[in-house]
């Protein structure tokens, strides 16, 4: 179990570095993002595509790690809703 939990924090650590390395210089858009609720988009409460919006990764790719770290000790969960509870309604 544990090569999994290094496997995937690999291939996130590596999604995140190729996200900014491609888009060179930010402008001005991306720097004023917010990370908010995106009930919208969302599935249960919007954290997930919250953090899609926030990041611009897939939130596809995002709802995988959280379920990931759900099944993993239960520690998504309880960081679930407490993102839900501290983030803002976009």
């Known amino acids: 179990m ?4 290094r ?9 995140t570095i190729w996200q900014f ?24 409460f919007g954290v997930c595509a919250g953090f899609s ?3 611009g990764l897939d939130v596809t790719l995002i709802r995988l790690v959280w379920t990931l770290s759900v099944l ?5 969960l309880v960081l679930y809703i407490l993102a839900f509870l501290i983030m803002p309604v976009s």
Do not use: E, N
């Open 2 to 5: 544990l090569w999994l939990i």
């Open 7 to 15: 496997a995937g924090a690999y291939l996130f650590s590596g999604l």
């Open 21 to 44: 390395v491609q888009g060179g210089t930010p402008d001005a858009a991306a720097i004023q993002r917010h990370l908010a609720l995106d009930q919208a988009h969302g599935m249960v």
């Open 72 to 76: 993993y000790r239960g520690a998504g």
């Open 53 to 55: 919006s926030y990041t």
